[in-house]
C-alpha cells in the first residue's frame, strides 16, 4: 500500500458508529494508536517497520481519518473505550501497545480506566500531563462554528499551517497533502475543528494521579525539539510512572513519526523484545 493509496480495510461497529481498521504482519499482537489531528496514514511508517516481528493493529479514532465523522463525541472520554472494544473484537489479551500524542493519552486512560492490560506500554510524545491546549484551541472552542463555516481554501491554508508546525523539519508536500485530505470538505472541515472544540485537560486530570500505580513496562519516546508539548512535560511523565524509560530524539519535533519513524522503530523493537 502507497503512501498516497492509504487505506485501511476493515470496518468496525462502535456505538453505532463506523470505525476503520485493518491488520498486518506477523508476531505477537501490538495495537498502534494515532493522534490528533493525525490518523493511522501517519503511523504507516510504524506499522511497515515494525510488522515483521508483531502482528500490528491500527485503527483511526472516532473523528479521524476514515472513521465516522458525524456530529459526536470525538474527545479522550470516548476514545479509551474504543480502543478496549477494538481489542476485544480482535481478540488480543495483553497485546504490546504504542500510542502518539492523543493517542498515548487514550492508551493511558484504557488502561487505568478500563482495566485493560497490555505487555508493554510505548508512549510517542503522548498529551499525558495538565495543563494542555494551545491558545489557538480555546479560541476554537469558544468560536467552533465560525472556524466550521471557514472557506475551503482557508482552512486548508489554517490545517497546513497548524500541522506543519508539529514538525522541526519542513513535511514533504506529498505527505502534508494525505494529511490534509481527510479534513477536508464540509464533513472534514467540521470535524477538524469539532475534535479540537472538545478538547480538555479534565480527562488527562482524571488519570494522571493514577500514574505511579502503572506496573507494566513503559517507555517514553519524545522529540527533543517538540514545541507542541515540551520535553520537560517527558519528563515530568518519566518521573511520575516507576521504573519507566525516557528516550529524547534529536532533531526531531511533535511530530517524530513521520520525521524519525526508523529511531522509532529501533527503540520500540528492544525495548519490546527485552
Known sequence: MSDTDWNLRQTFTFQGREVACDVMGRGEPLVLVHGTPWSSFNLRHLARGLADS????LFDLLGYGQSDKSDNDVSLGVQNRLLT????FWGLENPFVVGHDFGGTTVLR???LDKTDFRKIALI???AVSPWGSPFFRHVREHEAAFAGLPDYIHEAVVRAYVGSAAFSPLPE???ACIVAPWAGARGRAAFYRQMAQADSRYTDEVQDLYPSI???VLILWGREDTWIPPEKGRLLNRMIPGSTLVELPGTGH???EEQPDALVREIKTFFHH
Open 110 to 112: 484504557a488502561h487505568l
Open 125 to 127: 510524545d503522548p498529551v
Open 255 to 257: 511530530l517524530v513519526i
Open 215 to 217: 506496573q507494566r513496562p
Open 54 to 57: 508483531f502482528r500490528v493493529h
Open 85 to 88: 472494544a477494538l481489542i476485544g
Open 174 to 176: 506529498e505527505t502534508l
